[in-house]
């Protein structure tokens, strides 16, 4: 881990601090909004108490004995409690005479594409989608593998899944091959869920090929449900394949769900660490449910019988998990379900889908508004965006510009904004202001949740005072954190809970700010954000090895003005290996498709730098934070540690060179 407690952002983020603007809740939102004056000193008082009046809101089978077993670092929430996750979300509202409640408003990327799902058709596809599972053997504890679009069927196969006890691991339909199949071994999966293929700004792309071949190395897998989305010609395994439409529409719409202990697996969602290897993160039903509701309730002010609402996200990331599938269902809301990206079909692709919809409250990641920024407020403009009342950011620092932006441009200057500061791990938002009670600053994630306790330290674990940067811990348990890491409790209590006893560590810097509020100002470790997606280092280090002509590699995350951190690499060639400037200019070509099939296109790096030489200290440790000086153009910092200091100023000669030439 690097010691850098300002992020690592070398100042630039500190000047945020110096941010005057504030901006009070709107006195009319103010008066309807769910979260009431007072919430924060009423969970403060007795945080578990207050937890468990949360806990209420949902139907549970058995009433828990316990709020909270913790013996650092596992946790039992609402111990004894025994619930359905899948019922909780979509059977307890059409009990309840909601049936006719649209559940989603999906939106496929080809225009005209469109499909409105109510709770009522979502408890006949589920039950439909559970029984077509237990035909193909699935029981509770087995885990199952999704690797879908954005289509219904992702969240019908995930509550299917829920509704069995049968915890689900969705990968992105980004990644690669490979990487789907070290996930799949990992969780040990026998069934996966797929589809032919997915569309992507109007070309499609691949799924199934992608799932075979990463089958190949996964025998213990013995059936392949497949969606048929795009029509394309798939390979089909006899005995192995079958489609969706055969297994599943044959179904009965009915299934009685069982009770599962509050503690029983939900899902496992696989992110990167500071090591090569994805860890499983583990997530369980009772609480994880109680925190994902609770906070889509007061985080996002969800009325659900007036709003519409839209986690602009892919359910292959957390975000979907908690706040397009469990949250927003288990409240009994209306979501917008978009499978495309921003420009599929035009630029203005997400105003038009607010202004049909009357979409009310919107939540996306600052590299996409900032990418609607480079389009233009034009497009905005040109579109009624007056059903908007509250907006969202997630997955990474937002920047006071594309702050303001999103305020003036999309919210009409009317609506709050809520930044909400969470992980997968942490399974829901644990820091963001409460639309109607907290006043915002551009780019501050402003304050814990109520029943939530975080802390800014020092490298000793002292608690820095106001004004001042550190580490972003968490003080006490949630109920959405996670139960521990697939396979390794011992990486569990390492990663989390040892760097500061008594403590989760969420390996962010931050910073309190002269008031108190808080600034989260990104990883203090090896991962990356590159658009809001997480990648490590060593990940990508690794794939760039695993090249036969590459002798050593070293990559950083620099700064990009767009998706936040692009990714830069220094790689060192074996022997006489790319030696002219074409072998050179082809390697680096080869060395993009190698990370790109090791990992996915989304890890592709930015730059490739070849160099004679990595800058390294006498023990041998490649200086990772020279060379992101380096890919961020600073003056470079303390060399003096370096076997050979000229090293460094070298690769800052060869990358300015090359930057210069890029720009001919
Ligand atoms: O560095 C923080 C950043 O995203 C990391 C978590 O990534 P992931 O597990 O993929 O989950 C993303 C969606 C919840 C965090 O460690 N991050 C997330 N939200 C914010 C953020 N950084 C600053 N501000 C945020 N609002």
Redesign the pocket.
């Known amino acids: 881990m690097t010691d850098r407690p300002d992020g690592g952002d070398g100042g630039a983020l500190s000047a945020l601090l110096h941010e005057t603007r504030r901006f009070e809740p709107p006195a009319d939102f103010a008066a309807r909004a769910n979260a009431r004056p007072g919430i924060y000193e009423e969970a403060a008082a007795d945080p578990e108490a207050w937890w468990a009046r949360q806990a209420e809101h949902l139907t549970w089978d058995h009433h828990w004995d316990r709020v909270l077993d913790w013996e650092e670092p596992s946790a039992r929430w609402f111990a004894g409690g025994r619930l359905n996750a899948a019922y909780n979300c979509v059977d307890r509202h059409v009990e309840a005479g909601h049936g006719g409640r649209v559940a989603f408003h999906w939106v496929g990327e080809p225009e005209g594409d469109i499909r409105t799902i109510t709770y009522a058709d979502l408890q006949a596809m589920v039950c439909r989608a559970a029984n077509a599972l237990v035909e193909l053997g699935v029981e509770a504890g087995d885990r199952v593998m999704i690797y879908l679009p954005m289509i219904p069927e992702a969240v019908v196969a995930m509550l299917a899944c829920a509704r069995l006890g049968a915890p689900h691991s969705v990968v992105f339909g980004g990644f690669s091959a490979e990487a789907l199949a070290a996930r799949t071994l990992d969780a040990d999966a026998r069934v996966a869920i797929t589809a032919d293929g997915g569309y992507r700004r109007g070309a499609t792309s691949a799924l199934k090929p992608n799932l075979d071949e990463a089958l190949e190395r996964c025998p213990a897998v013995r059936s392949v449900l497949a969606v048929r989305r795009t029509g394309q010609e798939v390979a089909w395994k006899e005995g192995r394949d079958v489609w969706w439409h055969d297994v599943v529409d044959r179904q009965s719409d009915r299934h009685e769900a069982a009770s599962f202990d509050a503690e029983h697996p939900l899902y496992l969602m696989y ?2 660490g500071t090591t090569a290897a994805p860890k499983g ?1 583990l997530h369980t039903t009772g609480g994880y449910l109680v925190h994902t509701a609770t906070t889509h309730r007061l985080v996002f002010d969800i009325k659900p019988d007036e709003d519409v609402y839209w986690t602009a ?1 892919d359910i292959g ?3 979907g998990h ?1 706040y397009i599938v469990y949250g927003p269902l288990a409240n009994g809301a209306t979501s917008v379900l978009y499978e495309g990206t921003p420009d599929a079909g035009g630029r203005d692709r997400w105003w038009r889908i607010i202004e049909e919809y009357k979409v009310s409250i919107l939540y996306t ?2 590299t996409t508004i900032r990418t609607l920024m480079k389009w233009g407020e034009d497009l905005p403009a040109a579109h009624d965006l007056t059903s908007l009342r509250l907006l969202g ?6 920047n006071p510009e594309a702050w303001m932006w999103y305020r003036r441009h999309v919210g009409g200057d009317r609506c709050p904004i809520v ?8 399974g829901g ?1 644990l ?2 202001p409460l639309p109607g009670i907290t006043a915002t600053k551009p780019g501050a ?1 402003m304050a814990a949740l109520p029943g939530v306790s975080v802390d800014v330290v020092d490298g000793d674990g002292n608690p820095v005072g106001n004004g001042e940067g550190g580490y ?1 811990v968490v003080d006490r348990p949630w109920p959405g954190m996670l139960r521990g890491i697939w396979g390794d409790p011992e990486r569990y209590r390492q990663t989390y809970w040892s760097r500061f006893p008594g403590r989760y560590f ?3 810097g931050a910073k309190k700010d002269e008031d108190g509020d808080l600034w ?4 203090v470790d090896d ?1 990356m ?1 590159i658009s ?3 990648i490590s280092t060593t990940e990508v280090e690794h794939a760039l090895v695993s090249h036969p002509q590459v002798a050593e590699a070293a990559v950083v995350g620099a700064s990009d003005p767009t998706t936040g951190q692009g990714i830069v690499a220094f790689v060192t060639v074996k022997g006489d290996a790319a030696q002219s400037d074409e072998e050179g200019a082809a390697l680096v070509v080869a060395l993009r498709e190698t990370v790109a099939s090791a990992i996915g296109p989304i890890a592709k790096p930015r730059q490739i730098l070849l160099t004679p030489e990595l800058p390294k200290t006498r023990s041998g440790k490649i200086m990772r934070r020279l060379l992101r000086d380096v890919a961020e153009h600073r003056e470079l910092g303390d060399v003096t540690t370096l076997v050979d200091p000229t090293v460094v100023n070298m690769i800052d000669g060869k990358m300015q060179s090359a930057e210069t030439a890029g720009e001919d």
């Not at 950011?393 to 937002?398: F, T």
């Not at 989260?520 to 990883?523: S, T």
């Open positions: 992110t990167s993160i996200a990331w957390v975000t908690s990641a600052p950011s997630v997955g990474e620092p937002i930044d909400t500061w969470w992980q997968t791990e942490t938002i820091i963001a994630a972003l969420a390996g962010d989260l100002l990104g990883r991962v954000n809001g997606h997480r």
